[in-house]
Structure formats: C-alpha cells, structure tokens
C-alpha cells in the first residue's frame, strides 16, 4: 500500500487561496484513485475531489466545484489540491486517501494523517 502525507494547510482568510499537497511512498501510485476529502469535528468525513487512476477524470462535491481543482503528478507521487476563494465553510481536517479501485471513500485502504485548513477573518 501507499503511505500518505499532507502539507499545505493553514490559517487563511475568506477569499483567500491555498494549496494542499500529498506526498506519496510506496509503489505504484499512477495505479491508485486518489482523492482529498474533509472531516470537521462531530461530522463524517466527506469527499472534497477525487481523480481515478485509469482515465484521470475528476470528480468534486457541490461546494467544491468551481473553486477547487485536483491534479496529480504521477512521476512526483503528489496529489494536489488548489483551493480558491475559500470560505469558512471550507475549514476542517483535510486528508488525501488512495484506492486500488475507485473514488469511493469506504475504497480507500490509505490515509494520511491530515493537515488542518482553517477559513477565519
């Protein structure tokens, strides 16, 4: 399996930027669905974007469509997420988790140990 971890998160301000990155050890990540998903206290956590190891399509939750963008570099073995005009609502835990199979989050057999965003003026 693939080992994970995240950098990039920060305290920033509404309308702000910021850009998350994970780095991947381990073999074969082009063959991975790898996807960033967010978790808040008391909440589960959700897909935030994903993009799939055979044709490289992205998928985006509603409030991340339009703002955010997913990309991998699979020479690197880093997943990125470029986040514009954040809002508060977009704070929470971010964690990058890879899947042999598919974006599915209950797929995801690797984590990261999360890097943390937070939204406030």
């Known amino acids: 399996q693939v080992q994970l971890v995240e950098s990039g998160g920060g305290l920033v301000q509404p309308g702000e930027s910021l850009t998350l990155s994970c780095a991947s050890s381990g073999p074969a990540f082009v063959r991975y669905s790898v996807g960033w998903f967010r978790q808040v206290p008391g909440k589960e956590r959700n897909e935030v974007a994903c993009?799939?190891?055979?044709?490289?399509?992205?998928t985006y939750a509603h409030s991340a469509k339009g703002r955010f963008a997913i990309s991998r570099d699979n020479a690197k073995k880093i997943l990125y997420l470029q986040m514009n005009n954040l809002t508060v609502e977009d704070t929470g835990v971010y964690y990058c988790?890879?899947?042999?199979?598919?974006?599915?989050?209950?797929?995801?057999?690797?984590w990261g140990p999360g890097t943390l965003v937070t939204v406030s003026s």
């Open positions: 993009i799939t190891a055979n044709d490289g399509a992205a």
């Open positions: 988790a890879a899947s042999a199979w598919d974006c599915t989050i209950n797929t995801m057999q690797s």
